[in-house]
Each structure stands twice: as structure tokens, then as C-alpha cells.
């Protein structure tokens, strides 16, 4: 077979299969299981199974599909699927124990920032292509947490990328895992906690869980962007939040915890997806469940003062301590 | 397969929506009583909706006023296919208390295909989960009918 077929099939198989797509679909909606199961458990319910999110995925896909008057039919159909298209492609970039990342290059983490707005985007551009005055409303609020959680998570990708460059910046996952082998993992380094600790407050505000989810506030603006979705679109919407879990704890796993090295070959390839979904799992639990359980919906403006100073000036602080050499 | 899947998940993730027409807040409470912690129906998988889009069971408590009555209507024609509608309380069958009000325009059937009718003034929890639950497997059935 020439080569150039065989390379095809190669990022197919990455992109459709593993790490991509299928990957972390299924990853994402089993986390979302186990944070609503959790979530009962915390109030005392007996909550739904597992398996939950992937029984309303099909409903969804099952229910019919209405498109307003006032909506333009292309993009409010095409905006979920490019949602899901960049979360998968970024878990190529996510190299896993000791594994090289699939698609990986020397400036990863500005890729990954630039992907990680597209779901916010794409959730922007279907809300505004709806025609709804109360997607109207959530659309400004989605800019304002997403301008709000940006800012501490380029001082947390900075604070990372000089502890692992020493005088200058790193920005590719590949080395900074490679330090961390060699190292220890960045989390274990104490002038790296305060920057942890950022990043674990701005994965339930990238992901729109309880006090952060301003833009979806069911309650009062009726769910916001998506206010007239249904269907496939809504399926493919609540499959990106999904995704998105998955894709955040696995980006703090990859860039706090890479140090674990899990051996090569296919079983290092299963252990090391199989230990990425237990840590992910265990960070769903701690940074969105337990703060979900016991926190009320913020306004937009508290959730803006707040990642702007506490969370910023904790990155901040990991910035300057790394800065002078710590 | 798929399609066999899809009308499982039917019964399996019902999400409600919740109108008022003018109840007395009787019903409405023990809606809510449903979905709180005690009796806790999200461990069958429904779900409150925030918008008649995402719906696949309108719930409808009270006797239809004459205020209300436009509303309702076009609200449950926003819901998508399949759905189910349930009413809870003698309300909306008969208009119960409030029959002869100048400002009542029930009952319900006048204006929608009413599937599930949960009796009472108001209807015990259990009462309402059960129809509830009937509205989920009636829901399956439209669904394989759909295809
Ligand atoms: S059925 Fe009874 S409790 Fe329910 S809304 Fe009517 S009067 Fe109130």
C-alpha cells in the first residue's frame, strides 16, 4: 500500500477513533453519568443511572427537529457539529503517559487555547443564528464568562510553560511531558499549586456547571443559546458539554500529572486511556460535582470579579513564583 | 439497532415541562415534591425542562382561565414530536371547584389529545409518578410508530 493511504487511514483511525471522537464522546458522556449520579448521591436522591447521558443523547437524536421562522437553517444546524469537531481534535494534542501525542507540535498550548474557544463560539454563533431574545441574553452572557476564564488560563499555560523551559517559554505538550518524566509532575512542584488550583475553578466555568452556568440559567433566561433547540442539534449541544468535561480534567491530567509513565506499547496505549478516564473521573467529582452540590447560580458580573481576581491572582502568583526561578 | 435504541431511550429520558393554568398551586407542589429528594423521579431519568423545545411530557395543572387558555396552546405546539400530554389534578378533566367560573375554559380535551389524566384534588406523588411513567411508555409506542 503506498504510504500515503496508509498515513490516511492512520489519522482517521486518531481522529474518528482514538483519541478522537469516539473516545472521548463515550468518556464524556460517562463522566456526565457520574456526575449526576454523584451529584443525587450528595442530596440524598437515588439518581439516575450511569448511563443516563447516553439514554437523553439518543432520545434527542429521536426527537424531531424544529427550525424557527426567524432562524438562518444552515449555521443553526452547523454550529454544534463544529463544536464537536474541535473538542475531539484536541485530544490529539494531549499526549498520554508516556506517549507521544498523536498530532503534537511545538506550540500545542496556543492551539489548544484557540480550539477551546470554538465550543464557546459555536454555541455563540447557533444562540445568535436561533432568533430568540432570551438566546439574545445568554449569548452576551456566554462572552462574558468566556472573556472571564480566559485570562487566568493563559497565566496558568504561561506559569507552565517557564517552569518547564527554565529561560524560555515551552509551549509543546511532548516537553513539557517529557520534563515532567524526567522531574516529577508539575503538580508536586509547590510553586505550581496555586496555578492548579486556577485551573481546576476554570474547568466548571469552560464546561458551565452549576454557580458558573450564567449562559444556561434554565430557571431564567429558559436555557439561554439553546432556548429553541431540539433534536439531532440539541443532542449534538449536549453531547459538546459532555466532551467538554472530558477534555478539561484531561488537559489538567496531561499538564499537572504527565510525570506517570505507564510503559509503551498497546497495553501502556489501554492502562494509560484507562487511568486517564479514572483521573478525569476523580477531578469531574472534585471541581464540578462537589462545588455543584454545594453553590447557587452566580450573577454574571460576581463570576467576572471573581476569575479576574481570585482565580487570575492565583496564576498570577505561580506566574511571578516561577518567574524568579522556584 | 438504532432505531431500536432510540425508542429505549424514549421511556428511559422523559424531560417535562410544567405549565400552570391557573391551579390553585395544589398540583404544582406536589410536581415538586416529585422532583425533590424524597420521592425523586430523575432516578427513572425525567428531567425538568427550561423551554418547551427541549419537552417530551407537558405536564398541565389547573383549570384552564381564560387568560391562560392562548398561551397554552401555543406553547404545546412549540413541543416537538413525539409528545405526550398529562394533566394532574381534577382541574383540567373537569374544572373541578372552579366549574361555572365566567373565566374558565376547560376542560383540556378541547383544545389537545390528552394521553395521561392524573385524578385527584391534588393527586398523591405516587399518583403522579405513575402516570408519569405511563407517559413514558406511551411516548415508546409513538416513537416506534414514528418510523
Ligand atoms: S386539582 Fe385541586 S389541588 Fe389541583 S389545582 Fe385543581 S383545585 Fe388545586
Given amino acids: 500500500m503506498p504510504d500515503f493511504i496508509l498515513t490516511f487511514l492512520k489519522t482517521a483511525l486518531h481522529v474518528l477513533i482514538f483519541p478522537g471522537l469516539l473516545f472521548v464522546a463515550i468518556g464524556g458522556l460517562l463522566l456526565a453519568g457520574i456526575d449526576r449520579k454523584v451529584l443525587a448521591r450528595m442530596q440524598r436522591r437515588i439518581g439516575p443511572p450511569i448511563v443516563q447521558p447516553f439514554f437523553d443523547f439518543f432520545k434527542l437524536m429521536g426527537k424531531e427537529t424544529i427550525i424557527p421562522n426567524a432562524a438562518r437553517p444552515a449555521i443553526y444546524k452547523a454550529a454544534p457539529l463544529i463544536g464537536t469537531a474541535s473538542l475531539a481534535i484536541m485530544m490529539l494534542f494531549f499526549p498520554l503517559f508516556g506517549h507521544q501525542a498523536a498530532w503534537g507540535s511545538t506550540a500545542d498550548l496556543i492551539v489548544i487555547l484557540y480550539l477551546m474557544t470554538i465550543p464557546a463560539v459555536a454555541i455563540i454563533v447557533g444562540g445568535s443564528a436561533s432568533g430568540s431574545p432570551f438566546a439574545g441574553i445568554g449569548i452576551s452572557r456566554e462572552m462574558v464568562t468566556m472573556m472571564a476564564y480566559e485570562l487566568p488560563l493563559v497565566l496558568v499555560f504561561l506559569a507552565a510553560a517557564k517552569k518547564v523551559g527554565g529561560t524560555s517559554l515551552v509551549f509543546s505538550l511532548d516537553s513539557i511531558t517529557a520534563w515532567q518524566q524526567a522531574n516529577g509532575c508539575l503538580l508536586f512542584h509547590w510553586a505550581m499549586i496555586p496555578a492548579a488550583l486556577a485551573l481546576l475553578l476554570v474547568i466548571p466555568a469552560e464546561v458551565g456547571t452549576q454557580p458558573f452556568d450564567v449562559a444556561e440559567a434554565e430557571t431564567e433566561i429558559c436555557e439561554g443559546p439553546l432556548i429553541e433547540y431540539s433534536g439531532a442539534p440539541l443532542a449534538m449541544y449536549k453531547l459538546n458539554t459532555a466532551m467538554k468535561m472530558f477534555v478539561m480534567t484531561a488537559l489538567f491530567t496531561v499538564l499537572f500529572l504527565g510525570g506517570i509513565n505507564l510503559g509503551g506499547g498497546v497495553l501502556g496505549w489501554v492502562l494509560g486511556g484507562l487511568l486517564l478516564f479514572a483521573i478525569c473521573a476523580v477531578l469531574t467529582i472534585l471541581c464540578m460535582t462537589l462545588i455543584h452540590a454545594v453553590t447557587a447560580r452566580l450573577k454574571v458580573e460576581h463570576l467576572f470579579k471573581f476569575y479576574w481576581t481570585v482565580v487570575a491572582g492565583l496564576a498570577l502568583v505561580s506566574l511571578v513564583l516561577v518567574w524568579f526561578g522556584l | ?147
Fill in chain 2, 1 to 147: 439497532m438504532f432505531q431500536k435504541l432510540i425508542a429505549k431511550s424514549m421511556m428511559k429520558s422523559p424531560w417535562l415541562y410544567h405549565i400552570n393554568t391557573g391551579s390553585c398551586n395544589g398540583c404544582d407542589i406536589e410536581l415538586v415534591a416529585c422532583l425533590t429528594p424524597r420521592y425523586d423521579v430523575e432516578r427513572y431519568g425525567f428531567k425538568l425542562a427550561g423551554t418547551p423545545r427541549h419537552a417530551d411530557i407537558v405536564v398541565v395543572s389547573g383549570p384552564i382561565t381564560t387568560q391562560s387558555r392562548d398561551r397554552l396552546v401555543r406553547t404545546l405546539e412549540q413541543v416537538p414530536e413525539p409528545r405526550c400530554v398529562v394533566t394532574i389534578g381534577s382541574c383540567p378533566q373537569s374544572g373541578n371547584v372552579f366549574k361555572g367560573s365566567y373565566s374558565i375554559e376547560g376542560p383540556l380535551e378541547k383544545y389537545c389529545h390528552v394521553d395521561v389524566a392524573i385524578a385527584g384534588c391534588t393527586p398523591k406523588p405516587e399518583a403522579i409518578i405513575e402516570g408519569l411513567y405511563k407517559a413514558a411508555q406511551i411516548l415508546q409506542k409513538k416513537r416506534e410508530a414514528m418510523k
